[in-house]
C-alpha cells in the first residue's frame, strides 16, 4: 500500500488548520507557505475537503480556511476519503467491475486476505483523529526519522 502525496499534503494542511483553532481562519497561500505545498496543489487539496465537509472557507478581511468541527471528530479515515474517495482499493473490485476477468472467482484463496486488510486499514485510519495526531510527538521525517526509534502508537477510538 502506498500513502499518496495528496493523502499526505492533505493530512499536514488538515494538522496546521486543527493547530490554529485560536486563528479565525488560514489562508491557502499561509498553508502552502507552512507546509512547503505548491499553491495550486493547496487550493485542490482544500476544495476536496471542503466538499467532504471537512473544512470550512472564510472570505474577507482575515479570510481562509478553519476547521468545520473539532479536531477530536475528524479522522485520518475521512480525510483520505475526501481526497482519494477511498482508503483501500482491493485487488478483487478491479474485477468485479468487470475491467478484467479474474480466472479464480469461484474459488479464491487470497481473496479473504485482502479484505482482511482493507477492513483493518480501514478501522486504524478511522480510529486516528486529528486530536491525537496533535497530541504525538513531533518527529523528524525522512532520513532523520529512520533512526529515531519507536513509532506513532495510538489507541484508536471506539467505533
Known amino acids: 500500500m502506498r500513502i499518496s502525496s495528496l493523502t499526505e499534503y ?7 488548520l486543527a493547530r490554529a483553532k485560536d486563528e479565525a481562519s488560514v489562508s491557502a497561500d499561509r498553508l502552502s507557505a507552512l507546509e ?6 493547496v487550493n485542490q487539496i482544500l476544495l476536496k475537503l ?12 482575515g479570510g481562509g480556511y478553519a ?3 473539532p479536531p477530536r471528530s475528524v479522522t485520518l479515515g475521512q480525510i483520505v476519503r475526501a481526497v482519494e474517495g477511498r482508503i483501500f482499493e482491493g485487488v478483487c473490485e478491479k474485477y468485479e467491475s468487470g475491467e478484467r476477468d479474474c480466472r479464480h472467482q469461484s474459488r479464491c484463496a487470497i481473496s479473504p486476505v485482502w479484505r482482511k486488510l482493507a477492513a483493518l486499514v480501514e478501522s486504524y485510519l478511522d480510529g486516528v483523529t486529528l486530536e491525537q495526531i496533535m497530541e504525538e510527538k513531533q518527529a523528524a521525517c ?17 467505533q
Open 50 to 61: 471542503k466538499r467532504a465537509g471537512l473544512v470550512e472557507s472564510r472570505r474577507g478581511q
Open 142 to 158: 525522512g532520513a532523520a526519522a529512520a533512526e529515531a526509534s519507536g513509532g506513532m502508537q495510538w489507541t484508536t477510538r471506539p
Open 67 to 69: 476547521l468545520s468541527r
Open 10 to 16: 492533505a493530512a499536514r494542511l488538515m494538522t496546521v
Open 36 to 41: 512547503n505545498i505548491p499553491a495550486d496543489y
